[in-house]
């Protein structure tokens, strides 16, 4: 069964389940102590620290293992913050940030901290000068990813970096997308990693902190991994972790060409093979394993089982795949299209033919799933006229849809209310074909993702999106028919 999430976690790595099966043997000792057994725990322990820290591009004393990315990152920004307090509480960060970043900048804004979050283009892309006018004198970080974990855009980090090192202030790089590639280049003062994210076992982060940088690590104090990741060390894991980091780092340059001539062959072929798609992410400054595309009239969670049932292992930001059922922050910050979104992300060794297999899939399951919800048939081409009969017949084809009631000036209103992602865009497609050139439709939702999807559709289909407005239960969002 073809794994296309690399980007969530990446398949051992031959190289590391060696690893790891041989140093079960030699390094379950503590490497604190001065016995044999403990010497040749430490051996192994220093000969990762120089491996890895090769491969970030750091100093062997620069480098602490963790037991997780997110830890690395909380480790990371809260020891930085707390080591710079003197000069200030101010943190910088971009909308695109992972997770764990963003919860670890809410949590010091709730803490008293103050917050600029950068925004980015709709490639996912931070602009340099945007970051350089966040920073302010009493900024103690500044927090920036090295490329992105939901569309691949790589950000310019070390242009960046030379800003704040103008500025005196700390950049802490996300690197746990990007390293499996190639060091970071710039010059950051703290970077996290995660080792699953390459190749390597789960439970080990990378925590590289400058010399010179203000750093002072939070909790009660340990004598291991430099006081910044407290207990004992798993050093079979790190072990595994490091010689991982090492062999796909020989074999990167190779595959990288490899898989971005198949990621290219999805790009190019998607908006061929799937009508009414949008791929998201800087074309060219991106990693060259991922990419992301969202389909219209497509409900995610649907998508990503019946891709499943065809034995291929996906992810999406998809609103229509999460729990709380919002957006995902990336594509939310991106101003892009949400529903319907696949995060296609190849790890080391795919076959070119599973790629064609997934094309050909693709086609078919989003035709089905379309199908399943009512979709227009306008979806396969130009937005046309919808023939005869009433905005409220188009809304009410399948899915269950809302009633449209048409205003006295002709206009349309369509009640989505509490129908979710994507039925919100579907009706407002079916009823826009009713209405004259000047017309305006109304959608009445409530659904989060709505918020997102309605403008990106408006830009995909050249229709002219008015804005929004609160209504009594959700909200009202117009849209000027233009073609």
């Known amino acids: 069964m073809p794994y296309f999430d690399a980007a969530s976690s990446a398949p051992l790595h031959p190289v590391a389940r060696q690893a790891l099966q041989a140093s079960l043997d030699e390094g379950w000792a503590d490497p604190a102590r001065l016995y044999r057994e403990g010497r040749r725990a430490r051996l192994l322990l220093d000969a990762a620290r120089e491996a890895a820290a090769e491969a970030v591009g750091c100093r062997p004393d620069e480098l602490s293992f963790t037991g997780s990315g997110t830890q690395s990152v909380h480790s990371g920004i809260y020891g930085s913050l707390s080591g710079r307090r003197r000069v200030g509480r101010h943190l910088v960060v971009s909308s695109v940030e992972h997770s764990s970043v963003l919860h670890s900048a809410a949590s010091h804004e709730a803490a008293g901290g103050s917050l600029t979050e950068v925004a980015v283009d709709r490639t996912g892309r931070v602009s340099p000068e945007a970051y350089a006018a966040a920073l302010r004198p009493d900024t103690a970080l500044a927090a920036l990813q090295s490329a992105n974990h939901e569309v691949g855009t ?20 996300d690197a746990a997308q990007s390293l499996a590639w190639g060091p970071v280049e710039g010059a950051w003062s703290i970077l996290a990693a995660s080792a699953h994210k390459w190749g390597g076992p789960a439970g080990v982060g990378l925590l590289a902190v400058r010399k010179g940088v203000r750093f002072a690590p939070q909790g009660p104090p340990d004598e291991r991994e430099s006081g910044r990741a407290p207990g004992f060390e798993n050093i079979p894991a790190i072990v595994a972790a490091a010689a991982s980091l090492r062999a796909v780092r020989a074999e990167a340059e190779a595959e990288a060409a490899r898989l971005r001539d198949l990621v290219d062959l999805i790009r190019a072929r998607v908006v061929e093979v799937v009508p009414e798609v949008e791929v998201v992410g800087d074309p060219v400054r991106r990693l060259p394993h991922l990419v992301t595309f969202s389909c219209l009239y497509v409900d995610g969670e649907t998508l990503l089982h019946e891709l499943d049932r065809a034995e291929f292992s996906v992810s999406s930001g998809s609103s229509c795949t999460s729990s709380t059922l919002t957006p995902s922050h990336v594509l939310r910050a991106m101003g892009v299209l949400s529903e319907g979104n696949v995060r296609v992300s190849l790890p080391f060794g795919t076959p070119a033919e599973d790629v064609d297999r997934f094309l050909d899939v693709l086609t078919w399951v989003v035709t089905a799933v379309r ?57 407002l497609a079916k009823a826009i074909g009713d ?48 073609s």
């Not at 790589?154 to 790089?173: K, N, Y």
């Not at 009633?403 to 209310?417: F, I, K, Q």
């Not at 989060?448 to 909200?475: F, K, N, S």
Request: net charge negative.
């Open 154 to 173: 790589l950000q310019p980090v070390a242009e960046v970096a030379e800003l704040c090192r103008a500025a005196e202030v700390p950049l802490f790089v």
């Open 371 to 427: 199908t399943k919800l009512g979709a227009p048939a306008a979806a396969a081409g130009p937005v046309t006229a919808a023939g005869p009969g009433t905005a409220s017949e188009a809304a009410g084809a399948g899915a269950g849809a809302g009633a449209g009631a048409a205003a006295g000036n002709g206009d349309l209103t369509v009640d989505s209310l509490g129908r979710l992602c994507p039925i919100p865009v579907i009706e």
């Open 435 to 482: 209405l004259p050139v000047g017309g305006v439709v109304t959608v009445l939702a409530d659904d989060e993702a709505a918020r997102l999807d309605i403008p990106a559709w408006c830009e995909m289909r050249d229709q002219e999106y008015l804005g929004e407005h609160p209504v009594d239960g959700g909200t009202a969002y117009r849209v000027r028919r233009r």
